[in-house]
Nanobody, 124 residues
Framework: QVQLVESGGGLVQAGGSLRLSCAAS????????MGWFRQAPGKEREYTAG????????YYGDSVKGRFTISRDNAKNTVYLQMSSLKPEDTAVYYC?????????????????WGQGTQVTVSS
């Protein structure tokens, strides 16, 4: 079992930045593939980014590529999502997920564990 707790969401103006954090417990964090998803009202949950065990491999959804950066600190059992050049369309609840077999996994069904989510709102 893995417990995931996100933090760092909030209200930001368009063009601004935010850093989300996800603290993990319950299993060896350094052996977990980690991912970030987001879900806007009335839309399906969308893949945002994924990172391999050691952090050397990262993948991004097309809508955030070049603006968002995923990273991890295995000593702190934490994964981060640095979001820059934020747009109103980035407004969503952001979820941390783990348990996928590879960092390239983009479907929600491939992830076994989920956090409760953190709200990000970008004003225009």
């Amino acid at each position: 079992q893995v417990q995931l707790v996100e933090s760092g969401g909030g209200l930001v103006q368009a063009g601004g930045s935010l850093r989300l954090s996800c603290a993990a417990s319950g299993r060896t964090f350094s052996r977990l593939v980690m991912g970030w998803f987001r879900q806007a009202p009335g839309k399906e949950r969308e893949y945002t980014a994924g990172i391999s065990w050691g952090g050397s491999l990262t993948y991004y959804g097309d809508s955030v590529k070049g603006r968002f950066t995923i990273s991890r600190d295995n000593a702190k059992n934490t994964v981060y999502l640095q979001m820059s050049s934020l747009k109103p369309e980035d407004t969503a609840v952001y979820y941390c997920a783990s348990g996928a077999r590879t960092a390239q996994s983009r479907r929600t069904a491939e992830y076994d564990y989920w956090g409760q989510g953190t709200q990000v709102t970008v004003s225009s």
